[in-house]
């Protein structure tokens, strides 16, 4: 009698979500540690405004982007980056300049996927002081959830919602308390493994930064 064994297909790491992306990077791969999701965690259950299934392309989509945002944001070298094809990668925000992976994370994020406003100058900050001026603005998170998509791989186009209660100072501007949101559609082009090659993103930042923007200077008194 020939032993018949199952052949079972392990989900590849990208797939797997933040935690076990965390859990197999090593030490040296992080600017100052490994990020602690927490708050994720326990805010956007309770506060997102759709509920996808684990198999559904939307939860994939969801979880694939969060990789991708926590390894630009967290990781300094882009060859780590399990989320994309770091050598094929680039990414562009309301068609306008390309930039690659090592651009990503030099300038930072915030720099690139927000870009100048009157309200924010990208080009007069840096990675560290623009995540700096954000995790100030939203001390309590900023959060992100995927709304619909629209079309599969190889193209993937979906629509998405950012939020966050603007709870701190925002460059000299007092916090409201207000819940801002932002909402948006990109355009992400994958290769077979579903890593990330290209994202195109289209949304209008001064849903964002307006209200942010509009809150009351804030009087400092010198001690």
């Known amino acids: 009698m020939t032993d018949q064994a199952t052949e079972s297909v392990e989900t590849p790491l990208h797939l797997q ?3 076990a992306v965390i859990a197999a990077a090593a030490p040296e791969d992080w600017r100052e540690g490994a990020p602690d999701y927490h708050l994720s965690k326990v805010v956007i259950p309770v506060e997102r405004t759709t509920q996808h299934a684990p198999d559904s392309l939307e939860h ?4 694939l982007v969060k990789v991708f945002e926590m390894e630009v944001s967290h990781k300094k070298d882009p060859a780590t980056w399990v989320s994309l094809v770091a050598e094929h990668y680039r990414g562009r925000v ?3 300049t390309w930039q690659d992976a ?14 100048d406003n009157p309200f924010y100058d990208a080009a007069g900050e840096n990675f560290e002081s623009s995540h700096k001026i954000f995790h100030t603005a939203f001390p309590g998170g900023l959060f992100w959830e995927v709304l619909e998509v629209l079309s599969g791989p190889p193209t993937v186009t979906f629509k998405w919602r950012h939020w ?3 709870e701190g100072e925002y460059k000299g501007h007092q916090p409201t308390g207000e819940l801002i949101e932002m909402y948006g559609v990109t ?3 994958v290769s077979e ?3 990330i090659l290209e994202l195109e993103h289209f949304y209008d930042n001064n849903q964002l930064l307006g209200p942010l923007a ?10």
């Open 17 to 19: 979500g933040r935690d």
């Open 60 to 63: 994939i989509v969801e979880e």
């Open 94 to 96: 309301n068609g306008g």
């Open 102 to 115: 090592e651009e990503f994370a030099r300038i930072g994020s915030y720099n690139i996927l927000i870009g």
């Open 164 to 166: 966050g209660k603007f």
């Open 187 to 189: 355009i992400a082009k």
């Open 193 to 195: 493994d579903l890593r």
């Open 214 to 223: 509009h809150g009351c200077p804030v009087t400092h008194t010198a001690n």
